[in-house]
């Protein structure tokens, strides 16, 4: 695996055509499909993989850098996180909007009436998590990367940050689709 990584970022750092254009072809089709699902489009996925490809050039250059994991999975998980910032770019309100609101609210028992029902639906939901992922999100929705809270949380290591920031996401998910106000806030 670890030959595979050194011959891939050589060939970047090489502008190597014939590796570049089979790297393209093998791992154009996830990025792809991960943006389509995504609220993007083709166009869209073929400039964030080459948005992608140009950051880890740059990485690439630093004589530290270092990957510790299949590069294909490097690579959508820098296509994630660019595409993810794109569009957190783009939303009519923003996670950091939310985020601000989340931390005015501790400490208060009572949602106001007049706040949004999804609003109130999801502030209720997010004070049922543990402490360690309310953190997690809010510092998420705050916009620092994943090095940023791998710090701040003294995680071990950015795998594990990216795994626990899933989890926390996908049991906010869970407990917002259990929630009996579910189907007043979506219907």
């Avoid at 050589?10 to 089709?29: D, M, S």
């Avoid at 809010?138 to 994943?146: E, F, H, I, P, R």
Wanted: overall charge neutral.
């Amino acid at each position: 695996m670890e030959n595979q990584r050194n011959r891939v970022l050589v060939a970047i750092c090489q502008g190597r055509e014939e590796i570049l254009e089979k790297l393209y072809q093998e791992e154009f089709p996830v990025i792809e499909n991960f943006v389509i699902k995504n609220n993007g489009n083709k166009e869209d996925a073929r400039d964030l993989f080459h948005d992608a490809m140009m950051v880890i050039f740059q990485k690439s250059r630093n004589k530290d850098f270092d990957i510790s994991c299949n590069f294909s999975t490097y690579l959508y998980a820098v296509c994630k996180n660019l595409w993810l910032k794109e569009l957190r770019r783009k939303k009519n309100f923003s996670d950091v909007e939310i985020g601000t609101e989340i931390q005015s609210m501790e400490g208060q028992e009572e949602v106001d009436d007049m706040m949004p029902i999804r609003k109130k639906l999801f502030l209720r939901n997010f004070s049922r998590l543990s402490a360690k992922c309310q953190e997690v999100l809010k510092l998420t929705m705050g916009g620092m990367d994943v090095e940023e809270i791998k710090s701040i949380m003294e995680f071990s290591s950015l795998q594990h940050t990216m795994n626990r920031k899933y989890r926390c996401k996908k049991a906010l998910m869970e407990l917002i689709q259990k929630d009996p106000g579910f189907w007043d806030a979506y219907s």
